[in-house]
């Protein structure tokens, strides 16, 4: 499984102690500094390290699951307090599905690759300082499916919201668009050296030409409606 304190660590290039395993994590240098008001908290009245830990010794077992993650593409068309405007609406919608607590963050690797990652709990916590009963609705066979679709939806209506303000709302950005896979730091350095050098590089090389080629025909269309 995923450690909770050490994935909360690096997404927020911070040094942190796994309290359970003794182990130090620490991601505070050579990774980019994250701005205060490009992090936060919803749901829980603790620091993110005790959140953090919180999470990872909520279940003994070993292949118990703790938390969920998610990563998300912001628009580079956007600003900086757009990006945390979206972020933070995307953040509080997923909250509000299960209030299971959860931590986001905006990453700007490059100026291309603006992006954000939450990390959330599996348990909900009722007095906002404790975890405690666990939300089972993820993996029901009926609920599990409508919630994936719904985060799809949440995704979708907050990024085209931003976008509007621009006059840049992409139909692209519907049911039928394939996401890139997200590279992270080192992966990108590599392909920023030498393009198509990894396989997460190839295949979002290969989603941008598909994506080319949709613009295409959508003006293909256009032009013979006319």
Request: proline share 4%.
């Amino acid at each position: 499984k995923k450690n909770a304190v050490k994935y909360t660590a690096y997404i927020l290039r911070q040094k942190m102690i796994d309290q359970q395993a003794g182990k130090q994590h620490n991601y505070s240098h050579g990774y980019g500094n994250i701005q205060p008001n490009e992090w936060g908290i919803i749901g829980l009245n603790n620091s993110a390290e005790s959140l953090a830990n919180t999470m990872e010794s909520a279940d003994n077992r070993k292949n118990s699951r703790v938390a969920r993650t998610f990563v998300g593409a912001l628009p580079h068309e956007l600003s900086p307090e757009q990006h945390i405007y979206i972020t933070q609406k995307i953040a509080q919608d997923l909250y509000d599905i299960d209030q299971t607590p959860l931590i986001f963050v905006i990453h700007r690797n490059t100026e291309n690759n603006p992006h954000f990652h939450i990390i959330k709990s599996t348990r909900q916590s009722e007095d906002n300082i404790n975890l405690h009963q666990k939300s089972r609705i993820w993996e029901d066979i009926k609920t599990g499916p409508q919630i994936c679709k719904k985060i799809r939806e949440i995704y979708i209506q907050r990024v085209n919201e931003g976008l509007c303000h621009l006059g840049l709302a992409l139909e692209t950005y519907d049911k039928e668009h394939i996401p890139q896979i997200h590279m992270g730091p080192y992966i990108s350095a590599k392909e920023r050296k030498n393009p198509g050098s990894t396989t997460e590089g190839q295949f979002n090389m290969k989603v941008k030409k598909l994506r080319e080629l949709e613009q295409r025909l959508k003006y293909i269309r256009q032009i013979k409606q006319k």
